[in-house]
């Protein structure tokens, strides 16, 4: 007698185990295939049965469909729906209560067409319902007990392997959902990225003949034509600098694609070399450059025309974003093994919340609707990229609206 309750202990406690195992597993196993799998084998041997088996809801052709089984070919058994009225299975499904039948062929509940199909004779069967929180995702079915009866324990055991399934079920699930969404987002963003190359390099040829006939017109004695011509040239080599904008982000984009040539320059000439492009912008606003570094040169290692090009960025948004008359200041020192140059304007500033938000592709912190600002968005993604592909960093520094900005360049000394 003590023996047999020994050894009863012995079989629950065995039992808890592969119960607690299984939940380690399931926590682990992202795959829905493989979880459902490994959840009818345990409960196959858990409740000492001929075959376990898990029906699962569709929602777009509603019914109970076999997504897992052990103890005949799952393949097969998918094929065949059963129906949420007239089965057993169904029953547990609507009604959210376990059966324990150890009668089955006599039950006019039973869908025998499954078994007819499969050449499966279902005697004994117990079912729980499979719950996400007050939902019912599906049943879990524990078929044929080979040894004896099956049990209100046998339930309990099943109810908690049910509920382990449960949850793994819906966390692949989402996980699923989550990864399909991912999916769209990065062949979206791819379609956008050859969309910008494709736009960018078509443009190039008529803007390149445009800018070619107006600089061969503005020579023109007539001095209206000039004058027209004249325009003409703005114009387009404005739009240039935004095709060039966006040929530089594809690049950026394609790993690989932008070649880095370092060598030892002074920092005090690439600021200079990249202020020469913005003088007539900021000439035409009344603001002035200020330049706040020494005269003896401070040496990094860079490549001296891709940083030039990331400054032209920083030193065209302090125009662009500050009011007229007002000073912009560019500065350099060095900062231990680097140098630290900046690009400091009194102008509409920056929130806090959106300093690095604004180096992302084609961020605005103004409604694109309302906005007082041109701009593609993408001058600070390109610096940043430039910046960081020599090694260098970059980030925003302001107080909040109408406080000014100052972006700051850390690049290696030479
Ligand atoms: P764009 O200027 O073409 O919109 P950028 O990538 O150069 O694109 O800048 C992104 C956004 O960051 C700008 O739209 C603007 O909202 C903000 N920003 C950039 N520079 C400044 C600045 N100096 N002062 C205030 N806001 C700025």
Known sequence: MLTNNVQDLEQRIEKLKRLVELSVTLNSTIDLDSLLNLVTTTATGLLSCEAASILLYDEKNPGLYFAAATGSDPAKLAEVPVPIEGSLAGTIFRTNHSMILNNVEKDPRHYSLVGELIHFHVQSLIGVPMLIQDRVIGVLEAINKTDAEFTVEDETMLLVTASHAA????????????QEALQKVKEADQRKSNFLALASHELRTPLGIIIGYASFLREDPKAETSEHARHVLDAALQMRSLVEDMTNLTMLETEGLILIKAQDVAIQNILKSACTEIYEIAGAKGQKVVFAFPEKPIMVHVDSNKMAE?????????VHYSPQGIDITVGATILGDHVLA????QGIGIPKDKLKVIFEGFYQTEDPITRRHGGLGIGLTIAKGLIEAQ???VWAESEGKDKGSTFKVLMPKA
């Open 167 to 178: 949850t793994a079920i819906n966390n692949a699930r989402l996980l699923k959902t989550a």
């Open 342 to 345: 900046w690009v400091q304007d």
């Open 310 to 318: 990331a400054f032209v960025n920083l030193c065209n948004n302090a």
């Open 391 to 393: 090694g260098g960093k």
